[in-house]
């Protein structure tokens, strides 16, 4: 009788901690998948200037949501700054250029300009995302693109369409370079 209780009991918080696992999945899996329109976005960058997600059409376009104060996104800053020194002055056969636009996801201006800064972030598009729950991730344009944890990238091609989701540096590489004159 004891035996049988406790291998329903097990039963139970198998099939809980499998629930846990796939619910976990499901809120983390970002909303946009390949082949669908980016969102468009109005935003002041870091420099005071105005932008729009659509002035950058014609071009391929990271989206990086990253945070100051998250460990694994700026430990993937020095690929990211590769990955621009590469490509941002290069010709495509379908695009202009190769831009990076960095929305970092935050409660502290001063320490997301001291990261940039000292992560030698070095392109123009520097976007504030402020939250005021970092748990939830209630930031603007983080809401716009559902994103709940960082890092999360969107690359778009030239004609504003999502062509990977969370790709790693290396496969952005890779895609991009298949794309060179």
Known sequence: ???????????????????????????????????EQAPTFSATLANGEKMQLSDLEGN??????????CRPCRSENPQLVQLYDKYSAKKFKDAQRFEIVSIGI???????????????????????DEATNM???D?????????????????????GVIIGVNLTLNEIDKLL????L
């Open 60 to 69: 391929y376009v990271l989206l990086d949501f990253w945070g100051s104060w």
């Open 1 to 35: 009788m004891k035996k049988t209780i406790f291998n329903s009991i097990l039963n139970i918080l198998l099939v809980g901690v499998i629930a846990l696992f796939i619910g976990r999945y499901f809120y983390f899996k970002p909303a946009f998948v390949n082949g």
């Open 135 to 137: 748990r939830f991730f």
């Open 139 to 159: 930031a603007e344009i983080a809401g716009l693109y559902e994103v709940k944890q960082v890092p999360t990238t969107f690359l778009i091609n030239p004609k």
């Open 106 to 128: 935050e409660k502290n201006k001063d320490r997301w300009l001291r990261a940039i800064r000292n992560d030698g972030l070095k392109w123009k598009y520097h976007i504030l």
């Open 177 to 180: 370079e298949k794309r060179l």
